[in-house]
């Protein structure tokens, strides 16, 4: 357990599919036990409270669709430029407020499609970053669970990807983008695209690296 004080923000809600509550749940204990204080909002409005979002050293969003308003968008990204750590998984971060641009601009990617049910695919650590704190000592692992199409911003630091075969849909092997990395002004942006359930976090690399990218993320 560390001795600093940061502040962390919780905004969960959206499609109760992907479980909001109890994923978020699996996380704030960790956050506590690494020295955050924790705020949980089950509402956007939080991000209407741009004194807020400035003292928050890590907003945790797993908020999937729905609709987000120019303020809110616009508060949450000129804190992050400010400063303000933001983090997510899955649908939760690249699966909301489909209908801003700013948002996606942000987050460095949007879900685009997955197919059909869950699949056993291999997760591979990017070799040119395998020093990345996030992913530092870790090897390539498998899961059991939704595999994200995502559509990305050039400039997001690829930290993991996985590979979608050749099939009737797509001519040839593609390899996407799993996890990434951002900077956003003085800010940072994690993204995990893996979580649609929470038995993925029962993977020890899934769960090391995504609390190790909520304390990369954090100012």
Known sequence: MTTDTRRALVVRGGWEGHQPVTITDLFVPFLKDEGFTV???????AYEDADLLAATDLVVQCWT??????????????????????????????????????????????????PPGFLDHEVHIAP?????????????????????????????????????????VRERATVMPAVWARSWGAGRVFVNTIGHKPDDFDVPEVRTLTERGLLWASR
Do not use: K
């Open 128 to 168: 040119e970053r395998s020093d990345h704190p996030v992913v530092a000592g870790l090897g390539d692992f498998r899961v059991h669970t939704e595999q994200y199409w995502v559509a990305t911003d050039p400039l997001v630091d690829v930290l993991a990807t996985s590979t979608f075969e050749a099939d009737d």
């Open 65 to 114: 669709m729905g609709t987000i308003t120019a303020e809110q968008s616009a508060n949450l990204s000129a804190a992050v430029r400010a400063g303000t750590g933001l983090a997510g998984w899955h649908g939760g971060i690249v699966d909301a407020f489909r209908g801003d641009v700013q948002y996606q601009l942000l987050t460095g990617g949007q879900f685009l499609m997955h």
């Open 39 to 45: 705020d949980v909002s089950d509402s956007l409005s």
